[in-house]
Each structure stands twice: as C-alpha cells, then as structure tokens.
C-alpha cells in the first residue's frame, strides 16, 4: 500500500483492546489511560486487561470502579505472579473475541480518535496487518510536549527503516490478531524488544504495515526509561537482536555496523547523556 490513507475514513469494524498493567504502575496513571480507550469516538466492545501478577489496593480500586461502569466491556484476567509484559499479552490475546486488537500501555494516553484512524486503514486498505502512528512524549503532563515520535508511513519504507530501528510506535499499534498468532506471537527470547522482534517476523510472513502521520497518543516517559534503555546487558541483548536480523536475511552486516553498534556504544553512555540524544532524536 503505497497510496495515502484518507483522514478520517469511516468502518463498522469491530475491535479488542489488549493492555497489562502490574504492581508498579500508578493508580492514576492506569484510571487515565483506560478512560482514554472508554472515550474513543467509535468505542470498543472487548476490553482486555491482564493483571500481570498481584496488584496493591490503589490499583485494584480503580479496576473495580471500571469493571462497575463499563461491565461486561470489560474483561479482567488475573495472573498468579509477574511472568513479564511478552507473555502477559500472549495470554491476553486468547482473551481477544475480534480479530483486529489496538494495544494500549497502562499509562499512555490515547486521542479520542486514535482507533477510528486505525480502523479507517482496516477498511480501506484489508492487505494491511499493522497499523501505528506518531506518539508524543511527555513526562508529567500531556501538555507539557517532551518528544515526537514520528515513523515512516508506507511500507516499503517501513521495511527498509525496521533493518536499523523499530518501525512501529509499540503503544500506538492496532494489528490482525491472526497475523500475530501467524508469526508465532510475542516471544521473551529478546527482552526489551519484545515488540520489534514479533514486527520483523510479522513482515517476514508477508504481513503489510501502515504509519499514520498525524498523533494518535500520548507516551508518558520518566527517567527510568532512559534506565531501561541503557547499561551493559541491554547492550548485549540489543547487539543479538540485530545479529538475528542478519541472520534471518533481513538486514545485512552494514545495517549492523552502521546502526546496531553505534546504538550499543550509546546505551553504555551515562544516563544523562543518554537521554539528551534520545532528546534530540525524537523532537
């Protein structure tokens, strides 16, 4: 699909929404971000929430308050302990009545029509398997813009961007639920690039991708994200992931010396460091 998507197409499709949420997340946090999905301008009828592992009161209060206005909407699945947010969504996905699933992070929040936008590519365009948009950063308020996130919009371009960075916004992502299964699901044997390594073996099986240029959600960010992003062992684990890609016959050894380990040597850099560019490449 080469051609613009027109803004603002119209569909009767239905749509589930997969989120985990577990201990650490804040109460506030989650209550915003699920509002958000409530308040979708074409509303969903399959609400998916996994608790990844036991929740504090905080939390639980506001799953109770949501379960009591949105009701059967809302489906909650209780996981006995943390088993982490690959396999979390892997058993949220069973959970998933439609085939079309938006993904949705416990403390992002989503524009009002952000899955009418998907949907509309759906539509017009059934080749297409997944679909994102540009995210915008921020830390303490949404009005208050720390980032931009902007992907290429067309596949041929997203194929050739994923050789070197991920193509999709992860928390912006609406995707066929069996193109997922397809391409195996989510797997953890790339911790932190859950996400990006289940896109490259999605499009390795044919499956068409779609950016949106417009903003579609808000991405909260903080200082431990800059943490997670860096350090030896997330450097190491970055460094396999992008020698998998050449492996697979989907990058070659350039996009690794090029991209992969200029990347590696950034997540060795202080943490300050590390987000000042991190700064600069998404404004």
């Not at 504090?56 to 699945?77: A, G, Q, R, S, W």
Request: aromatic share 12%; charged share 25%; glycine share 6%.
């Amino acid at each position: 699909m080469e051609q613009k998507v027109i803004e603002g197409g119209q569909s009767n499709q239905k749509y589930s929404v997969l989120m985990s949420v577990y201990a650490k997340e804040k109460a506030e946090n989650l209550c915003k971000s699920m509002e958000s999905i409530f308040l979708q301008t074409v509303p969903t009828d399959d609400f998916v929430l996994i608790c990844d592992g036991p929740l504090n009161d905080e939390l639980e209060n506001v799953i109770k308050e949501k379960k009591e206005t949105y009701k059967e909407f809302l489906k909650v699945v209780r996981l006995e302990k943390n088993v982490g947010l690959g396999n979390a969504l892997n058993v949220g996905l069973d959970y998933c009545k439609h085939d079309l699933v938006a993904r949705m992070d416990s403390d992002d929040i989503s524009f009002p029509e952000r899955c009418k936008e998907e949907l509309a590519v759906f539509w017009e365009h059934p080749e297409v398997s997944i679909v994102s948009g540009t995210v915008l950063e921020f830390i303490e308020s949404p009005q208050k813009i720390t980032g931009r996130r902007e992907l290429p919009e067309v596949h041929k371009d997203i194929c050739r961007f994923s050789k070197k960075r991920n193509p999709f916004n992860h928390p912006a992502v609406m995707f066929r639920k069996s193109s997922v299964m397809t391409a195996g699901g989510y797997s953890g044997q790339y911790p932190f690039f859950e996400d990006y390594y289940l896109w490259i073996r999605m499009l390795q099986k044919g499956s068409q991708g779609y950016n949106l240029e417009q903003p579609v959600l808000y991405m909260r960010t903080s200082e431990e994200l800059y943490l997670r992003r860096g350090g030896v062992q997330y450097s190491k684990i970055l460094l396999e992931f992008h020698n998998w890609l050449c492996v697979s016959g989907w990058s070659k050894r350039t996009d690794y010396v090029c991209f992969a380990v200029p990347h590696a040597l950034v997540c060795i850099l202080p943490n300050a460091i590390r987000r000042w560019l991190y700064g600069i490449l998404h404004k």
